[in-house]
């Protein structure tokens, strides 16, 4: 299974090195040299990669210079990752762990009821975002701890706190309208 691990950004230097926006919580794991990403459907071995003015700089074998690493600009990176494996850190997860899982809301009241199912994550700059089907509607909740304070992956479901306006859009719009009478 594929998991994105980068996106590829401008070239750096003269040399082939590219400046990588890192997706993956294991950046040491997924671009320590020697090890193989996939990119455009093609494999490429990593050279080399260090830290250069907060950004990750990459160097990979089969890119020689910067014709070679300007075409790759864009291109997302992938790790191929056995469906078994977990991430070592137990609070974090493979998109593909998530998605499929039962979708809880907790209230006031203690009983959680089921409300959708997750269908993806979105890798925004500064969060992930669960895509969430609600009753066919895709929904979109921030990936945090305040709002989702439950990931029970081997349960098969996730908890998201009843914040009025999070799961049913309209009710946000019905709140901002309430406000602007006031």
Known sequence: ??????????????????????????????FAPGSSVVCAGRTLTVRTARHHGG???????????RTAAEKLHGTVLEAL????????????????????????????????????????????PYQDTLTVDVDGREVFIPFVTELVPVVDVAGGFVTVKDVEGLLDPTQAENAASDLAED
């Open 1 to 30: 299974m594929l998991v994105v691990i980068g996106r590829i950004g401008r070239a750096h230097g003269i040399r082939g090195e590219l400046n990588v926006d890192i997706r993956t919580d294991e950046p040491d794991r997924r």
């Open 55 to 65: 950004r990750l700089v990459v160097a990979f074998v089969e890119v020689a210079d």
């Open 81 to 124: 990752v056995d469906p078994a494996d977990t991430p070592d850190d137990p609070d974090e997860f493979y998109d593909h762990q998530l998605v499929g899982l039962e979708v809880r809301s907790t209230g006031t009241d203690a009983a959680d009821r089921v409300v959708g199912t997750v269908t993806g994550l979105v890798h925004l």
